[in-house]
């Protein structure tokens, strides 16, 4: 057959079925040119959170907020009913509301050493033991520290213990022996964190209990949660810049992103204190712990770190996309990244398998738990912050995540279709070339025509191939879909967007194969004089699509139907 030859450029793309690109559409501009979340979406978020919390919760106040890249959308807040008689704080929260943000304070930590990667001050595959003069040819005991660097702290994967300090069960309140444990004396603890009274642990104490330390596995061999790790990097940023650790996170992050409500000191009054009822953490100084979860700050404080980040998170340090995985956890769609819990889920979305990224960091402090979630390809970014009740957290992600999710998936959709998605002809008529794009949540950006020099290649060239690229179902339902790939022919004006067609399968239902969904992205796979055969550009200010390959420029086909029609009715007129 003469399409053989042809077939076999592509074998090493056929071995595996993809179905759902991601991404399936450009990042949003929302409330500019792109999309517009209605009123109403967040209105039916508020329903869902108040049904959920229905009364209870009387001594938890939170606040919520979501952004765009560029603006804060939507806040949210609930008041506790019930507050302490004689250390009320703050009774009516707001935006300006403080709370402690606890480990999503690990990602302040790690943006101050990219910060300081990216300044050429330090490498983020240094040793630590570069930033540890404290044990320069002395004894580190047997935590292989030579070779824990600092990419490997800030990525949970150290395999060192998970605390220093405070999570020893002497100190619980409890009598150990109840539990069948042997009576053992505080006096094995460190004074700083054993004993009332006692100075905080500082820098001394840390290196102190590190080098009676084992590990719990190798470097880079298996994730683990440790705070340690970020308390040890908080001594690397020292090093490196000379300062405080608090006085630098302020200088480099708090002050430009003008955090105003932000601090590491516990704040000098409580007018914007949130202080649940009950035992709280409030004042707690936390002291050489303060880069794992030191940080106080207001939801509007942290819709400004997450337009920052959003916007940032590929451009801060040569060759580093922060938002990347480093690791697998033990969930079979969870990742560590540095320091994010990234996950992966295609259950989200009502009308497509698509999976989903959430890129997360959680916090939790007696009495305060919180959680940042960040939606790349949406271009949106979550804060939630709670006071009181652990419970109230997991009822809030989901009643206002999943729905945001599936709102604003709504809303990108009906955009492209009334911007994108339509007929097209070429610009030099003496071409008989069309396309026809069409859209749908359930299988995206979508070419159904495609007529090139006469040649209808869908219907009479792709049924001849596509069982070769699709692997040995040559009755596999497909479809050519569009994946842009958020780069521009002309970077400084942003124009010219760039998408990739791909050759997917559809959906079989009933297909249970345990290798079904093993794919891997392959978006470049034949070129033709040097060019992607499968390359699309948009030029939306032009009206215009472009497929470079195909040497082919066309406009919208109901342009030039109008244009066709009052040519028609001026000939009337006459």
């Known amino acids: 057959m003469r399409y053989l030859p042809f077939c076999a450029c592509v074998v090493g793309v056929v071995a595996a079925k993809c179905y759902d690109p991601s991404p399936a559409f450009p990042v949003p501009t929302w409330g500019k040119s792109g999309p517009i979340l209605p009123r109403s979406a967040f209105e039916a978020i508020e329903q869902l959170v108040e049904n959920a919390v229905n009364g209870s919760f009387k001594t938890s106040s939170f606040s919520v907020e979501v952004t765009s890249n560029t603006d804060t959308l939507w806040s949210y807040h609930r008041s506790a009913s019930i507050h302490d008689k004689e250390r009320p704080g703050v009774t009516k929260v707001d935006s300006e509301s403080q709370y402690r943000i606890a480990s999503i ?18 490498s983020l595959d240094n040793s630590i033991l570069d930033h540890l003069p404290e044990l320069e040819g002395k004894d580190y005991g047997t935590l292989p520290m ?42 094995v603890l460190n004074p700083c964190y054993s004993q009332p009274g006692a100075p905080e642990c ?3 104490d840390l290196i102190h209990e590190l080098v009676k330390m084992k590990p719990i596995f190798a470097p880079n061999q298996q994730s683990t949660y440790s705070n ?33 409500f932000a601090s590491l000191e516990t704040p000098p009054n409580d007018d914007h204190a949130v202080l649940p009822v009950g035992g709280n953490y409030w004042g707690e100084e936390e002291s050489v712990q303060r ?80 959680i940042i979630v960040m939606l790349p390809e949406y271009g949106l970014g979550v804060t939630i912050l709670v006071g009181g009740d652990s419970n109230l957290m997991p009822i809030l992600e989901e009643a206002i995540t999943v729905p945001l999710i599936r709102s604003a998936e709504a809303a ?19 071409l008989n070339s069309t396309i026809t794009l069409e859209s749908s949540p359930t299988s995206g950006l979508r070419l159904t025509t495609f007529i090139s020099n006469s040649t209808d290649f869908l219907h009479d060239i792709l049924p001849l191939i596509a069982g070769e690229f699709l692997g040995s179902d040559a009755d596999t339902p497909y479809r050519i879909q569009l994946t842009p790939t958020l780069l521009y022919q002309n ?47 948009f030029w939306h200010d032009e009206g ?7 040497k082919l420029t066309l406009r919208p086909a109901e342009a030039e139907e109008r244009r066709e029609g009052l040519i028609v009715q001026g000939r009337g007129d006459l």
């Open 544 to 550: 215009i699509v472009e497929l470079p390959a195909w």
């Open 412 to 430: 990108i959709w009906k955009n492209i279709n009334a911007t994108i998605a339509g007929a097209y002809i070429a610009t030099n008529p003496s």
């Open 291 to 370: 880069p794992t979860g030191g940080i106080y700050a207001s939801s509007s404080d942290m819709s400004k770190y997450l337009r920052y980040v959003l916007t940032h998170y590929n451009a801060i340090a040569k060759g580093i996309n922060w938002f990347m995985p480093a690791s697998w956890s033990t969930g079979m769609n969870t990742f560590y990244g540095m320091p994010w819990e990234i996950a992966r889920s295609n259950k989200i979305l009502l009308d497509s398998n698509r999976p989903v990224t959430l890129v997360t960091k959680g916090g939790a402090l007696p009495g305060y738990f919180s």
């Open 491 to 537: 970077e400084t004006t942003q124009s010219g967007e760039i998408w990739r067609m791909l050759l997917m399968s559809d959906h079989v239902k009933g297909k249970t194969n345990v290798w079904e969904y093993f794919c891997h992205t392959d978006v470049d796979p034949l070129s033709y004089a040097g060019l992607p055969i499968n390359e699309v550009v």
């Open 146 to 187: 030579k070779d824990i660097t600092l990419r490997i702290l800030a990525s949970q994967l150290s395999g060192i213990p998970r605390e220093f300090a405070f999570a020893d069960v002497l100190l619980v309140g409890v009598d150990p022996v109840d539990f069948g444990l042997p009576p053992v004396s505080k006096s």
């Open 228 to 260: 340690l790790a970020f308390d040890l990097l908080g001594l690397a940023i020292e090093t490196s810049t000379g300062l405080n650790y608090s006085t630098y996170i302020e200088q480099a992050i708090f002050a430009p992103l003008n955090m105003t």
């Open 202 to 204: 500082d820098r001394a």
């Open 105 to 122: 304070t690990k990602t302040f930590t790690t943006l101050a050493i990219l910060y300081q990667h990216a300044a050429g001050n330090l």
